[in-house]
């Protein structure tokens, strides 16, 4: 196709506001996808997507429109997915910034918008689901336009779910969009932005080509491993994978199958060349992603370990973002302990595994990374809280912080401020983006945010707020080790890295929760919270003497064995810890983060 007729681009939006359904109409309204064929969230190939209705992989389309080509791009709305975000719009030099216009602008429509902006992206501001009675178009079409610096008048607006305005926003992308320029003669050098792996053809990735020329049977090479491949098969999506016996050239999109069968050896953000006639200089890439959030995860049966193993090996061929180690814990057994780019993802992993892999987990509560620094100078990464060294040769530690941004109506300023404050955030700043909406800023640690901050933040403004956070470096704090013991023995699965202020308060609520979720046992179970050497909760679960045979009287043999099978069968369930016997349910209770 020549470039000048090839429009690439994207549609940005915060969670919900609609991206997969206008990304629907589009595929609708080009004729890609038929009527009969046509379902809902066409894009979101994943069960898990389609459930929850959330766009987690980003997709790229082929539409044809009057003459041209348009490669369209989905992309995940949530702030854990930041990084496909960021990848998707370096394959494309416009972005549809959809705004649902019942609710305005929100904190991932901010955070995005600055990301397009940063890739030097041709914006079109456009206001979705017009079709709502409680929309109000004028109003956040000026709050739009005041943002971008244009004319309210400027701003589109579109229903994805009646096709409404889409046909003319997709005129508007083929008239403002720039097409892609390149070197046809050039080297070829094409950008990685996704890789997916799949159970029959291997690894498939997207790129975009911007130099060059790939095609199939072409020795190829991947700039940053030096590895070496043979194109098997090259194409486009257009919606499902057409292989293209002329390859891709300058400004297209497409896939491309080499028989590799690890996500890793076709990294995101690499850059594709000619193994015969290598290009000198890579495309400028982006980061790996790096794993924010820790969290232990064993089987319930310990004897599913490497059932555990294997999905997660499994897991990763697709998710490139997704690490692991195995660890043990004393109170857990054998598990993994598993970093993940924040809370959601660490979700959807989880239930992957166990509905993909029919496993059954119990998690730790996530930890984030501290940086600790001994007194003789030696450093240490924390990942794990069992880890963190005791003892009174600690000189400093460093927690991650994130740069917070919560967009609410004014009303809420109030409440939001009492939250950030109660978890040591610390103010930057706050905007009003029209009279009634505030964009607040705030440092906050990391580590804060990973415990239902959100929920709170949800809670206490009725819904309307929304959040996010990037990473922003590490700050010192006054961290400190609180230890669970029961009869005298540290429980490592319930240790936790917490701030000096806040060690009392998780001490005296843990102990608590413990007491109530571990039944009687034979002899008194001391419950001790304590940092080091130092006690800091303690409570007591009462002895009991249990004695199953007592409701049998005389020698009914049988129905005392009966008995004795099943108490051994409960045992089964049950974790020593020292000479406690702890429920499996009460690890699972003790440790949901709610
Ligand atoms: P993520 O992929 O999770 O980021 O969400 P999204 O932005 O792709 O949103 P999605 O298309 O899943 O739409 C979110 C909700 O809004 C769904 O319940 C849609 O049915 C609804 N919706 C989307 N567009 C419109 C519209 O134009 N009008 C109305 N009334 N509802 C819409």
Request: hydrophobic fraction near 40%.
């Amino acid at each position: 196709t020549d470039p000048a007729l090839i429009r690439n681009f994207c549609i940005i939006a915060h969670i919900d506001h609609g991206k997969s359904t206008l990304a629907d109409r589009m595929l609708q309204i080009t004729g890609v996808v038929d009527d009969r064929a046509m379902r809902a969230q066409y894009l979101d190939r994943m069960d898990i997507e389609r459930e929850r209705g959330i766009t987690i992989k980003s997709q790229a389309v082929r539409l044809p429109w009057d003459d041209h080509v348009l490669n369209m791009i989905d992309t995940p709305g949530h702030v854990d997915f930041t990084y496909e975000v960021s990848r998707s719009l370096q394959a494309c030099e416009g972005a549809i910034l959809l705004v649902d216009a019942a609710q305005g602008i929100e904190a991932q429509t901010l955070a995005n918008l600055y990301l397009a902006m940063n890739a030097d992206l041709h914006i079109i501001p456009v206001l979705n689901k017009i079709d709502l009675p409680a929309a109000q178009p004028e109003k956040f079409a000026e709050e739009l336009a005041g943002l971008i610096g244009c004319d309210p008048s400027d701003v589109l607006k579109v229903s994805g779910k009646t096709g409404e305005g889409v046909r003319e926003l997709l005129d508007h992308v083929v008239a403002t969009v720039p097409a892609p320029v390149g070197d046809a003669d050039a080297a070829a050098r094409a950008l990685i932005f996704d890789s997916v792996y799949d159970t029959y053809r291997g690894v498939v990735t997207y790129v975009r080509v911007v130099d060059g020329h790939l095609g199939k049977r072409e020795r190829i090479l991947m700039m940053s491993t030096d590895a070496t491949h043979e194109t098997l098969e090259i194409g486009v999506i257009s919606p499902e994978p057409k292989p293209a016996d002329l390859g891709l050239g300058v400004g297209e999109v497409g896939y491309l199958i080499t028989g590799v069968k690890d996500v890793r050896q076709s990294r995101v953000g690499d850059t594709v060349t000619s193994a015969a006639k290598p290009a000198g200089d890579m495309l400028a890439g982006y980061e790996h992603p790096k794993p924010m959030v820790f969290s232990g995860l064993y089987p319930i049966d310990g004897d599913e370990y490497p059932e555990l193993r294997e999905a997660l090996d499994k897991l990763q061929l697709n998710d490139a973002a997704l690490v692991y180690e195995p660890e043990t814990s004393a109170a857990l057994g054998f598990g993994f302990r598993v970093g993940f780019l924040g809370l959601l993802h660490m979700e959807i992993v989880r239930e992957r595994l166990e509905r993909e892999f029919g496993l059954s987990l119990i998690s730790t509560a996530p930890n984030v990374i501290y940086r600790v620094v001994m007194e003789d100078g030696k450093e240490l990464t924390v990942t794990n809280p069992s880890e963190f060294p005791t003892g009174g040769k600690i000189a400093q530690v460093f927690e991650p912080v994130t740069k917070s941004t919560i967009l609410a109506p004014s009303e809420f300023i109030g409440a939001i401020m009492e939250i950030c404050q109660g978890r040591r955030g610390q103010l930057l700043g706050m905007d009003y983006l029209s009279e009634d909406r505030v964009e607040i800023r705030y440092t906050l640690p990391l580590g804060e945010i990973i415990f239902d901050f959100f929920d709170q933040l949800k809670s206490r403004t009725r819904g309307y707020a929304s959040l996010d956070y990037e990473p922003a470096g590490e700050q010192e704090s006054d961290l400190v080790k609180v230890d669970i013991l029961l009869q005298g023995e540290p429980v490592d699965a319930f240790s936790a890295i917490v701030h000096k202020d806040k060690a009392y308060a998780y001490g005296v609520d843990m102990a608590k929760k413990l007491r109530e979720l571990i039944p009687r046992q034979q002899f008194e179970v001391p419950i001790q919270a304590a940092i080091g050497a130092r006690v800091i909760a303690r409570e007591n679960i009462r002895a009991i003497r249990k004695d199953v045979l007592a409701k049998c009287y005389g020698g009914d043999i049988s129905r005392k064995r009966k008995l004795l099978e099943k108490q051994k069968e409960g045992k089964k369930r049950m974790k020593m810890v020292g000479r406690v016997e702890v429920p499996q349910e009460a690890f699972v209770a003790a440790l949901s983060t709610d």
